[in-house]
T-cell receptor, first 113, second 112 residues
Framework: KNQVEQSPQSLIILEGKNCTLQCNYTVSPFSNLRWYKQDTGRGPVSLTIMTFSENTKSNGRYTATLDADTKQSSLHITASQLSDSASYICVVRPLSGNYQLIWGAGTKLIIKP | SQTIHQWPATLVQPVGSPLSLECTVEGTSNPNLYWYRQAAGRGLQLLFYSVGIGQISSEVPQNLSASRPQDRQFILSSKKLLLSDSGFYLC???????????FGSGTRLTVV
């Protein structure tokens, strides 16, 4: 069964610190893996999209990594800011089939001053 | 630039009442359109997607239906709401199935 598991469920860090969020998936084969940021009560916003052949992709202070062999991805946030407080969602698009994306439940990140 | 509008932002409806949520996209032609539902603490669940006018695919059999009367308009409906229909509904669009999705701001539906 195609699944995306994220850890931790929630994380609290101090402003200015770095953090890494984890994503394990069982989707195979897959076309791409995405990370989204979702503020409370808002729609998700795309951070990165990586194809199965890419190992890393950056978007400002956000860096996503992908290890297709171990089926793991991580999102590293550098020098966190209060505005980084949000849920971060890992999403995998299977290679075949319809337009279904496999969504993780997200990691809720809280940045404290 | 492309924009997506979704309304209303919040809605409280009694059980058994009808529902109509609307989503419109500007600045693009023939987009793929999607309706998602998000339950608290859960991943997004794809409800419907459309690749063109009048073309609707349903992913989950349920009490809801969708329609695409115009190229950039996507409507989510129900004839009689159930308590279990409560949730956060999101509309999204993409150029293709491979690319990133752009989401609307969502509708918080509470069925009472």
């Amino acid at each position: 069964k195609n699944q995306v598991e994220q850890s931790p469920q929630s994380l609290i860090i101090l402003e200015g610190k770095n953090c890494t969020l984890q994503c394990n998936y069982t989707v195979s084969p897959f076309s791409n893996l995405r990370w989204y940021k979702q503020d409370t009560g808002r729609g998700p916003v795309s951070l990165t999209i990586m194809t199965f052949s890419e190992n890393t992709k950056s978007n400002g202070r956000y860096t996503a990594t992908l290890d297709a062999d171990t089926k793991q991805s991580s999102l590293h946030i550098t020098a966190s800011q209060l505005s980084d407080s949000a849920s971060y969602i890992c999403v995998v698009r299977p290679l075949s089939g319809n337009y279904q994306l496999i969504w993780g439940a997200g990691t809720k990140l809280i940045i404290k001053p | 630039s492309q924009t997506i509008h979704q309304w209303p932002a919040t809605l409280v409806q009694p059980v058994g009442s009808p529902l109509s949520l609307e989503c419109t996209v500007e600045g693009t032609s023939n987009p793929n359109l999607y309706w998602y539902r998000q339950a608290a603490g859960r991943g997004l669940q794809l409800l419907f997607y459309s690749v063109g006018i009048g073309q609707i695919s349903s992913e989950v059999p349920q009490n809801l239906s969708a329609s695409r009367p115009q190229d950039r308009q996507f409507i989510l409906s129900s004839k009689k709401l159930l308590l279990s229909d409560s949730g956060f509904y999101l509309c999204a669009w993409s150029d293709t199935g491979e690319g990133g999705y752009t989401f609307g701001s969502g509708t918080r539906l509470t069925v009472v």
